[in-house]
C-alpha cells in the first residue's frame, strides 16, 4: 500500500475516534455511492453529518483542507443526497471536514463543523 494511502487511513482513524470521543455516533466509514465516496458518516443529535477527512504530512503549499474544492463539495453533496435518500433520513444534513497535519512528532487535528452549505450549482 503506498504511503499516501496509509496517510489517509491513519488520518481516518484519528477523525473517527475524536468524533467519537465529541459524542458523535459513526453511522458508516467508507460509503460508495457508485465511483464517490463518504469518509465518515456519523450523527451529531438528530442530524446526519458528512465529514470529509483530508490528511496531509506537510502543509506547506496548503492547509489540508483547502483540498476540498467546489468540485470536491459537488461530489459529496450527490453522496449525501444517495444516502439521505437511501436511509429514507428527512432531518438536517450537515458537512464537515476534520483535517489532520501528521508531522514527525507533531499532530494537529482541526474540525471544521459547517465547513460548507449544499448548493445548487
Same mark, same amino acid.
Given at each position: 500500500?503506498?504511503?499516501?494511502?496509509?496517510?489517509? /487511513?491513519?488520518?481516518?482513524?484519528?477523525?473517527?475516534?475524536?468524533l467519537?470521543? /465529541?459524542? !458523535? $455516533?459513526?453511522?458508516? $466509514? &467508507?460509503? =460508495?455511492?457508485?465511483?464517490?465516496?463518504?469518509?465518515?458518516?456519523?450523527?451529531?443529535?438528530?442530524?446526519? %453529518?458528512?465529514?470529509?477527512?483530508?490528511?496531509r *504530512? *506537510? @502543509? %506547506?503549499?496548503?492547509?489540508?483542507?483547502?483540498?476540498?474544492?467546489?468540485? /470536491?463539495? =459537488?461530489?459529496?453533496?450527490?453522496?449525501? &443526497?444517495?444516502?439521505? @435518500?437511501?436511509k429514507?433520513?428527512?432531518?438536517?444534513? $450537515?458537512?464537515?471536514? %476534520?483535517?489532520?497535519?501528521?508531522?514527525?512528532?507533531?499532530? %494537529?487535528? &482541526?474540525?471544521?463543523?459547517?465547513?460548507? !452549505?449544499?448548493?445548487? *450549482?
Open positions: 500500500m503506498s504511503e499516501h494511502i496509509h496517510l489517509g /487511513k491513519a488520518g481516518e482513524e484519528i477523525a473517527a475516534v475524536m467519537a470521543g /465529541k459524542g !458523535y $455516533r459513526i453511522l458508516e $466509514r &467508507n460509503w =460508495r455511492f457508485g465511483k464517490e465516496e463518504i469518509d465518515i458518516i456519523a450523527r451529531d443529535g438528530p442530524d446526519i %453529518v458528512i465529514i470529509e477527512v483530508k490528511t *504530512s *506537510s @502543509n %506547506v503549499f496548503a492547509e489540508p483542507e483547502a483540498s476540498v474544492t467546489k468540485a /470536491k463539495q =459537488r461530489v459529496l453533496v450527490r453522496a449525501a &443526497n444517495a444516502y439521505v @435518500n437511501f429514507r433520513f428527512s432531518g438536517e444534513v $450537515r458537512f464537515d471536514i %476534520v483535517s489532520i497535519l501528521l508531522m514527525p512528532g507533531k499532530e %494537529v487535528v &482541526n474540525h471544521i463543523q459547517d465547513a460548507f !452549505y449544499a448548493t445548487r *450549482s
